[in-house]
């Protein structure tokens, strides 16, 4: 915990985090706590997150989470080494392991 307050991430909030900078730094809070959840995390991890890091916003009348700082994503991202890749990388990795 640093002196803000803040719980420092874990390999599950790096891969939320990694996996929100993939889908353009920003998603509807309802489809974010659904990965929280398939990641095994609580809603409320959204707010231990360093201030400055995630945010949430109101657009268009509805809330979104949004990847304020992606250095600090890409950091956290290469200190667990965790990436999400794209559903094309996907395949080719099944084509490199057969």
Same mark, same amino acid.
């Given at each position: 915990?640093?002196?803000?307050? /803040? #719980?420092?991430?874990?390999?599950?909030? &790096?891969? *939320?985090?990694?996996?929100?900078?993939? /889908?353009?730094?920003?998603?509807?809070?309802?489809?974010?706590?659904?990965?929280?959840? !398939?990641?095994?995390?609580?809603? @409320?991890?959204?707010?231990? *997150?360093?201030?400055?890091?995630?945010?949430? !916003?109101? !657009?268009?009348?509805?809330? *979104? #989470?949004?990847?304020? @700082?992606?250095?600090?994503? @890409?950091?956290?991202? =290469? &200190?667990? /080494? #965790?990436?999400?890749? %794209? %559903?094309? !990388? %996907? *395949?080719?990795? =099944?084509?490199?392991?057969?």
């Amino acid at each position: 915990m640093d002196r803000k307050g /803040n #719980v420092r991430p874990g390999e599950k909030e &790096a891969l *939320f985090v990694a996996w929100l900078k993939r /889908n353009s730094g920003g998603k509807k809070l309802s489809v974010c706590v659904a990965k929280l959840r !398939q990641l095994g995390l609580e809603e @409320d991890t959204l707010s231990s *997150f360093p201030s400055g890091g995630i945010s949430i !916003q109101r !657009q268009y009348g509805e809330r *979104f #989470v949004c990847l304020e @700082d992606r250095r600090w994503a @890409d950091e956290l991202a =290469k &200190a667990y /080494n #965790v990436k999400v890749l %794209h %559903h094309a !990388q %996907h *395949f080719k990795l =099944k084509e490199e392991l057969l």
